[in-house]
């Protein structure tokens, strides 16, 4: 069936280096690719969004990259900050707008 | 713009009771709305699509029968949780797609606590 994989599971990075979260998927009519963050507890948030016929977008320090052809999308985080500590989920669309996620990225800064 | 609210943000109940959770869009009209539940440092699952006006539909393994689905109105949908046992223990969470777009807005979550 369609899935996502999301890697790497936890990512240490140091303050004000960039991090980078990658995710492939299985379903070549997904069309729309969201990122979310959520802190502990917390519902999740959208950070950014590539829709099929973009192949990058970029938004302040975060940027998303998209390979249509490998079926592969990642998330790009320059100049970390601890705000940016949380976990990141990949996700593609599939029919009716739903989404299939992936496991999630624990993302931690260290100072 | 574009804010979910849900309520209740807790609960706790005895085995065997029911329990409702109100998901509703606060500024915008969505047609569709999503239900998912998340267990403790996994991703999300979704459990069910609920269009306005239509019966949801469900995922693949979670019972149409236990988890009621309503959408009754362009900005709320309401999930109830009948007979809940221990095993139903877990945070819901509500998102709601703004109309016109892909994009799905989420709620703050419930958590359920069924003792």
């Given at each position: 069936g369609e899935n996502v994989e999301q890697h790497p599971s936890t990512l240490?990075?140091?303050e004000g280096d960039s991090a980078v979260i990658k995710c492939t998927y299985s379903?070549?009519?997904?069309?729309y690719f969201p990122w979310y963050k959520q802190e502990l507890g917390k519902r999740p948030q959208l950070i950014i969004d590539i829709r099929s016929n973009v192949g990058e977008k970029k938004d302040q320090r975060i940027a998303?990259?998209?390979?249509?052809?490998?079926?592969?999308f990642s998330l790009h985080i320059t100049e970390t900050q601890p705000e940016d500590s949380a976990v990141y989920f990949c996700a593609a669309s599939r029919s009716n707008y739903q989404l299939i996620w992936g496991a999630g990225t624990k993302l931690i800064i260290k100072p | 713009g574009a804010v979910v609210s849900q309520h209740p943000s807790w609960v706790i109940c005895k085995s065997g009771t029911?329990?409702?959770?109100?998901?509703?869009?606060?500024?915008?009209q969505a047609t569709t709305m999503f239900w998912y539940r998340q267990f403790p440092k996994q991703s999300l699952m979704l459990?069910?699509?609920?269009?306005?006006?239509?019966k949801a539909t469900y995922e693949q393994g979670v019972e149409k029968d236990k988890f009621l689905i309503n959408h009754a109105s362009l900005t709320l949908s309401t999930l109830t949780v009948t007979s809940a046992h221990p095993e139903d223990s877990s945070f819901y969470i509500?998102?709601?797609?703004?109309?016109?777009?892909?994009?799905?807005?989420?709620g703050p979550g419930t958590r359920l606590t069924v003792l």
């Open positions: 240490s990075v140091q379903d070549s009519a997904s069309n998303v990259t998209l390979n249509k052809t490998a079926k592969h | 029911s329990v409702k959770i109100e998901c509703r869009s606060l500024d915008f459990m069910a699509t609920s269009n306005e006006g239509s509500c998102s709601a797609r703004l109309q016109g777009t892909d994009t799905q807005y989420f």
